[in-house]
């Protein structure tokens, strides 16, 4: 089974600042990482992904995930927040190999203050 | 830039009622999926469908659920007695394959809520 683990249930970071939105994951083969952001009555948005190749992963408005194999981790990062980076962010894992449904973490609530 | 579209944005229905939820697929995607968010939790898979059969389900999608792609562009999500419990936001997604680690397009959501 694989499982998708979020601990934080909200960030709080001050506009300006960097922001680490933290995920760890559980799968009995090799993962395909997936975040994934929600605003307020929205549907889910596609940010980045890691498939295999380097660790550190950039995406969509200046956004990177790092892989970290040995700390089963693939934390979200922004070296400079935004008010407009508030949302809903999920993690989410599938396999690699054969077919596999994307599973998502609890999601993480970014609060950015100006 | 191509998107998921689903309908209706928001449902009203009485507990034992019927509800069909559509959605159209970005217009190349091979593999389509039912996920739901109840309110404050996380999202979570119902189904996977692809060459007009379902290819994975979860615990929740059980016999009160079923999905169809009745033509070439619909892909609708049934539920035949809905419950008190099925009040939620449903989502569509569609994806172009499995390979590459093919990521999910979602929709907007359908609003579910159940009286």
């Known amino acids: 089974a694989q499982s998708v683990a979020q601990p934080e249930d909200q960030v709080n970071v001050a506009e300006g600042n960097p922001l680490t939105v933290k995920c760890t994951y559980s799968v009995s083969g090799n993962p395909y990482l997936f975040w994934y952001v929600q605003y307020p009555n929205r549907g889910l948005q596609f940010l980045l992904k890691y498939i295999t190749g380097d660790n550190l992963v950039k995406g969509s408005y200046g956004f990177e995930a790092e892989f970290n194999k040995s700390q089963t981790s693939f934390h979200l990062k922004k070296p400079s927040a935004l008010v407009s980076d508030s949302a809903l962010y999920f993690c989410?894992?599938?396999?690699?190999?054969?077919?596999?449904?994307?599973?998502f973490g609890k999601g993480t609530m970014l609060l950015v203050s100006p | 830039e191509p998107e998921v579209t689903q309908t209706p944005s928001h449902q009203v229905t009485q507990m034992g009622q019927e509800v069909i939820l559509r959605c159209v697929p970005i217009s190349n995607h091979l593999y389509f999926y039912w996920y739901r968010q109840i309110l404050g939790q996380k999202v979570e898979f119902l189904v996977s469908f692809y060459n007009n059969e379902i290819s994975e389900k979860s615990e929740i999608f059980d016999d009160q659920f079923s999905v169809e792609r009745p033509d070439g562009s619909n892909f609708t999500l049934k539920i035949r007695s809905t419950k008190l419990e099925d009040s939620a936001m449903y989502f569509c997604?569609?994806?172009?394959?499995?390979?590459?680690?093919?990521?999910?397009?979602f929709g907007e959501g359908s609003r579910l809520t159940v009286l």
């Open positions: 989410a894992v599938r396999l690699h190999s054969g077919y596999s449904t994307l599973t």
């Open positions: 997604a569609s994806s172009e394959g499995q390979g590459l680690g093919g990521e999910l397009f």
